[in-house]
């Protein structure tokens, strides 16, 4: 499918402003460069799904409830973790944006998932997931770890298959890097990535 860059670029801008903008083109280079590597078919759906993946990120807190009542998303009320809650609204908000053939099932679940990943996730989830972490923009100390050790093992990897080990160590490293810093700041830790954690520390391929 071609996408109208222009048009898609055009209407997240009204969203984002500034920092916020350039992550988003930021994640969605690096969606596109995972994707070349690992899922060359779907690149360009990548781009896209980087493109989209923050569209309601900043909407304030209650904005954010009122749509999860209006999609009738469900979440606990006590246990809310703002810093979640745009990747739940924004697959919803995004599709009805621009419409399901553009937002389709495989883009809703990359952004739903965005923030928090899961067990079983598919390949093009976690390069959105993974992109959001490791973007070029990104300049807190972990980030910057986590992308310099990507890629200078993947400058060392020959085959498809070891690529894609490195892949999921990174992946593993970066549930690392979140759950210990939660814990540091005393703050929850989403079912999701306890969960997406000990999928990726025992999975072979995905
Ligand atoms: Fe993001």
């Known amino acids: 499918m071609d996408y109208d860059f222009d048009f898609i670029k055009a209407t997240v ?8 903008y350039s992550h988003t083109l930021g994640v969605a280079k690096e969606a596109y460069e995972l994707g070349k590597l690992f899922l060359p078919e779907k690149a360009k759906k990548l781009y896209l799904c980087g493109l989209l993946h923050d569209i309601t990120k900043d909407f304030k807190t209650d904005k954010q409830l009122l749509l999860c009542k209006e999609y009738g998303i469900l979440f606990d009320e006590n246990n809310v973790i ?42 093009f989830e976690a390069i ?7 973007e070029e923009g990104r300049t807190f100390e972990d980030c910057v770890k986590l992308r310099n050790y990507f890629y200078e093992n993947i400058k060392n990897s020959n085959s498809y298959e070891e690529k894609l080990g490195v ?16 814990i540091e700041e005393e703050k929850q ?15 072979k391929t995905i």
Do not use: W
């Open 13 to 20: 801008q009204k969203f984002q402003k500034g920092k916020r």
């Open 82 to 123: 703002p810093k979640l809650l745009h990747s739940k609204t924004g697959c919803e908000y995004a599709k009805r944006l621009f419409g399901e053939e553009i937002v389709d099932n495989e883009i809703y679940n990359a952004i739903f998932y965005h923030t928090t990943a899961r067990a079983n996730m598919s390949l």
């Open 128 to 134: 959105v997931y993974l992109a959001d972490y490791i």
């Open 167 to 182: 892949f999921i160590k990174t992946m593993v490293l970066s549930f690392d890097y979140t759950i210990k810093n939660l």
């Open 189 to 203: 830790i989403d079912y999701d990535t306890v969960c997406a954690r000990n999928y990726f520390l025992t999975c």
